[in-house]
């Protein structure tokens, strides 16, 4: 023996000689005296050095969910850290972990020990990493058990967990060549069920061997450093003092920016690293550039209702100095050299859900090329760095022929790609390089798909992070020295929300393996590698797409709505004299309410996308022509007063009003009214009007836009207009008057009759030549629409009226041109639009 084994229990104890355990796996008779002083002097020790969770009251604990305890092997170990990571010659591996009775009967005269490689051969291939990690029970395979170093356990009840240590010396274990090799540690005994000696348990992890002086090229591996959050920016904002004060939906990112949140912790772990290539969403640097000022949260459950923001819904504060400083630690992190920045596009909207649900929304391609442009911009703005945009991810790292025709169309020259999407061939029997064409100008990066597989889940447990960070390391040493001489390039890709622990992890093994046997360089290094003629070309087919990928997608609803959301806000546009306080903050909204993060906070992002258009919908209506009923037109004709109001901080222009009649023939309105309103007023616009007969009018009020391709604004708004019986009067009168020249002209002539034709001695005088009273003309109102100022009551849902009289006017004073003098705001005690067209800094 090289030393002795150290341990760090009463129980452990050195066998004598070194007799190794047959490879068939039977322990070798002991005796049992030896034995059972042992364990018994183990028990008091073992006992008192388990945590308090380790012994759980009842004597019941629920294994692990990879467990592979049974009735034959009811033990559960687990390796959780092995010191150091990489065996080198004449050392020493030291190995903790924890042993748990997973069955229904105590273990009875029970050791751990660790085991030697089979036949101390290296594992060559992949292949054989992932056939020893496909084992699930003890076997000779996994080597034949060491004498020493090894625990003595004590009796364990049902339930029950110990730790152990065991140190074992590098050249015990048979390792001579240059290689990988399976480290086993197991536990031998019986039960009280089961007298039979046995393998009760195994635990396996992969340990590297390398002494160095190998001829091998380096692999170069580029690491994807993600960054990104779900949306916190909301479209509104609060006006103070001139200034644009944001608002965020919540303050989550308070508390990841600050020292032991997600993203700060990613930072600085990723500021250690080289040669690493951050992927970055524009949107959290907008969102940490608005919070180092004064910004406001809303309340809870208030983000969908899409109301605006003020005091009463949403609560101040006074900007975050941690998000100052994490904006300061990436910006030197990124600068640093050997380091890139590869831009998402804005918000990081889904590019797989858009190409599935979406493709055919006209809006659809045109916001993703300019979600790229803006996220370079952005990133370019808060980092001061140079940065690559080009480049598409996917959710996954998941595509088919859709999403990669998707991402050519909005601009996009390289497509990261999770190796499970494109495998290679099987043919291949070794790692080729990640980058390789795929045809139409575009190239994708190929992950590995079983190291990138390492860091998907949340690594929170030892055991967890020592499987990851070994199996690592293994499989990078076995892709560098599959073909020594023929340097590749790999591409690891980390989930897009990586938490700390995986980071960590992660950090560490890269570390570890640099400059032995790995070279980390950025995208653009990988990109340049010449590609290899027998990787996987081949894109797949929609119909291949992974279906639990597709379950979670935003669904063609969820991407009409949003496209509905660019329609309106492009009409909105129209009429505003400062679009650039809506465009820029809806713009984003938008885009932030197709982002990738989304599917991960299903609920949250519905609530989203439902306050952005109800919000939307808010500030189009506060352009509007006021709720009518009844409006009374008295007489044949007369001017209609119809109202429309602005409650918005700024003024409006290129709108007209139009009148529609439902029964056009019945009563006619002729020409529409353009108008120009100021913020926060109001005006009336007066129509010609022409009835034709008695009764109720439908008719429909409708704000357009002006100029070309014209559109409705809003809402129409439907009333209605009571045509009286003026004009039967009217009839009456002439039909009177008629009546009475004709009973004077029969007077005349039998008067002439009488007389005889002689003429009357004081001259003709004709019986009826002055007017009847009754004859009087009706006179025409003037000719065309006419807008007049509204007073407090012309605000009101009332304030349009018909005719009166034989005039035919409806108004004081019907001019024939158009006298607009806008009003103040109305006291009618109406809840404004104010100050909140604008989102972002």
Known sequence: MSEPARHSGLGAHRQPGRAERPADGRHPVRRAGLRLAAACAAALTFFTAAPADALPSGGNIRPTADSTASAESPVVMTIESLAPQVAAPNGTVTITGHVTNAGKSALKGAHTAVRKPSNGRPLDRRSDLATVAGRT???????TELDSPQYALPELDPGQTLPYTLSVAVNELGMSTPGVYELAVDTWGSTADNPHDRALGIARSFLPFNPG??????????????????????AQTVADNDQSVPVLRDDSLATEFAPGGRLYELVDTGSKLTGLTWVIDPDLLDAAFAMTKPYRVQNPHTESTGKPARDDNTVLNNGSAAAAAWLDKLRTAAAKPGNQVVTLPYADPDLASIAHNGADLPAMTGTLSRAATAGRLTVEGRLSVDTRSDVAWPYQGYVDQQITGLAQQAGSGLVLVDGASMPEPDSLNYTPSAVRPI??????????????????????TPKDQTAAAQRFLAETFAITHEQPQNQRGLLVMPPREMSVDTAKVLANALQTATDKWISPVKLDTLAQIPPDQKAGTA?????????????????????????????????LMRVLTLPQRVRGPFSAAMVRSLSTEWRAQ??????????????????????QVPQKTVVTLAGDTGLLQVSVRNDL???????????TSAQPNRLNVRREEELVLPASQSATLRFQAEAHNNGPVSMTAQLWTTGPNSRPYGDPQPFTVEVT??????LYVFAGAGLLLLLAALRFVRQRKRRGGQSHEDG??????????????????????????????????????GGTGGNGSAGDDAGDGPARTPRGSSPDGRDRTASDEKVGP
């Open 649 to 659: 901080t700024q003024t409006v222009t290129n709108l007209k009003l139009v009148l």
């Open 539 to 571: 894109v797949p087919a929609a119909t291949d797409y992974p279906t639990r990928a597709r379950a979670s997608e935003l669904t063609s609803s969820d991407l009409s709505g949003t496209d509905d959301i660019q329609y309106r806000l492009d009409t």
């Open 764 to 801: 003709d005088q004709p019986v009826g030549d002055a007017p009847a009273d009754g004859g009087a003309a009706v006179r025409e109102p003037a000719e065309g629409g006419e807008q007049e100022a509204a007073g407090d009551a012309g605000a009101t849902g009332d304030d349009a009226s």
């Open 213 to 234: 002086g190998a001829e091998a090229q380096p692999t170069k591996v580029t690491t994807l450093w993600p960054l990104v959050h779900a949306p916190v920016l909301a």
């Open 137 to 143: 029970t003890p076997g000779g395979a996994d080597g």
């Open 725 to 730: 019986s003026v004009t039967n009067g009217v």
């Open 439 to 460: 045809g139409n100008g575009q190239s994708a990066a190929v992950a590995d798909e079983t190291v990138s597989a390492l860091f998907r889940g949340d690594l929170s």
């Open 602 to 623: 299903a609920s949250a992002g519905s609530d989203y996308r439902t306050g952005v258009g109800r919000y939307l919908t808010e500030l189009i209506n506060a352009v």
